[in-house]
């Protein structure tokens, strides 16, 4: 009997644990490699594999968003053009922004959300989430804003997180056309005690480019086992 009572009190504890303890780690879009998956098939602009760095699983940085019609470059008005998402990313389910991920946002894309020659100019992401309260495990910490796109080549291109501009790597950055990479930034607590984060993205110029997802968490999206070691000795 006395062990009943001490397992019951155990998982009464480890539930109530639970119940309090509030962690940020949100994703607007799913790390699904752009909806293409591990893209097996297709090459980059450059004729090699699309799928090329990091995860075997998915398209993540390092890797090329495919070159669909192989002529040579990832473009608007190049048969380029793409849309893997599903009816509630269609529908922005959430009004977070996930509309904007997992689709070419070009203007010979006649799915693409957004309107006008620069669709991504006009792309916002917006996490709303429960605030840590003292005892949880993210309370007083810094977080990060973690973002991952492909085919950045026209200036200027850069994301505003909480009135905060960061800078974003581009084709050449990468060496090839599509180039997919990522790009991420501090949060400081303060700006996290009114439960919303939002993310801007600013693209006046830009004719083509796609987002996979972006991520808030404590920490920032690491890159691993990429065949591209050099380019984190740059960033």
């Given amino acids: 009997m006395k062990k ?3 397992s019951f009190a155990l998982i009464f504890g480890l ?24 893209a097996q098939g297709y ?33 608007v008005n190049s048969g380029d053009d793409f849309d ?24 010979s894309n006649p799915t693409s959300p957004g309107r006008g020659p620069y669709r991504a100019d006009q792309a916002v992401f917006t996490f ?29 291109m850069y994301a505003e997180v ?11 950055f990468g060496g090839f056309d599509g180039f997919i990479w990522r790009t991420y ?5 303060n700006n996290l005690k009114d439960g919303r984060v939002a993310v801007n993205i600013i693209a006046p110029k830009e004719p083509f480019i796609a987002f996979d997802y972006v991520l808030l968490g404590s920490k920032a999206l690491s890159i691993t086992g990429s065949s591209l070691p050099w380019l984190m000795l740059l960033e």
């Fill in 4 to 6: 009943i009572t001490v």
């Fill in 15 to 38: 539930m109530i644990c639970s119940m309090h303890a509030h962690a940020i780690t949100l994703y607007i879009g799913d790390a699904d490699g752009f909806g293409y998956g591990n």
């Fill in 43 to 75: 090459v980059g602009a450059d004729t090699r594999p699309a799928q090329r760095a990091g995860n075997p699983h998915i398209l993540d940085p390092g890797d090329a968003l495919p070159d669909r019609n192989r002529d040579g470059r990832v473009y």
């Fill in 84 to 107: 893997y998402r599903d009816g509630n990313e269609k529908n922005n389910i959430g009004n977070s922004g996930v509309m904007w991920t997992d689709v070419s946002l070009s203007r």
């Fill in 128 to 156: 709303r989430f429960n605030v840590p309260v003292a005892g949880d495990p993210d309370f007083g910490q810094d977080h990060f804003v973690s973002l991952v796109y492909a085919d950045y080549d026209v200036d200027p």
């Fill in 162 to 172: 909480e009135g905060r501009r960061v800078e974003m790597k581009d084709n050449q």
């Fill in 185 to 189: 930034t501090v949060v400081p607590w």
